[in-house]
Nanobody
Framework: VQLVESGGGSVQPGGSLRLSCAIS????????IGWFRQAPGKEREGVAS????????YIEDTMKGRVTISSDNAKNTVYLQMNSLKPEDTAVYLC??????????????????????WGQGTEVTVSS
């Protein structure tokens, strides 16, 4: 599975961004896609996940109300819409793939869980 993130950039506090995770290769190994983020000097955090088959979603509590995750299976792309962005949202955002939906949800909750398929990340900077 190959994953390529895009859509990052610089935005002012209160702004919005939509990140994309394009999936290619062994797509049957990507039944679940998760978004994570890692800020400089901080541990990786889970943000949200989606099961591309049934659309089941999980959003980390700290992100609820500001983040939505969706998928376009025809385009093999998963999106992360982020609104009301804050400076503390500044991080590199990465998507990951797994064949197991429950494992991806577990990984969002416990982000040190091992996942084998990662994109290279896209940088988000929130600053005035």
């Amino acid at each position: 599975v190959q994953l390529v993130e895009s859509g990052g950039g610089s935005v002012q506090p209160g702004g919005s961004l939509r990140l994309s995770c394009a999936i290619s290769g062994f797509t049957s190994g990507a039944h679940a896609i998760g978004w994570f983020r890692q800020a400089p000097g901080k541990e990786r955090e889970g943000v949200a996940s989606i099961c591309t088959g049934d659309g089941r979603r999980y959003i980390e509590d700290t992100m609820k109300g500001r983040v939505t995750i969706s998928s376009d299976n025809a385009k093999n792309t998963v999106y992360l819409q982020m609104n009301s962005l804050k400076p503390e949202d500044t991080a590199v955002y990465l998507c990951a793939a797994d064949s197991r939906c429950h494992h991806m949800i577990h990984s969002i909750i416990y982000p040190t869980t091992t996942l084998n398929n990662w994109g290279q990340g896209t940088e988000v900077t929130v600053s005035s």
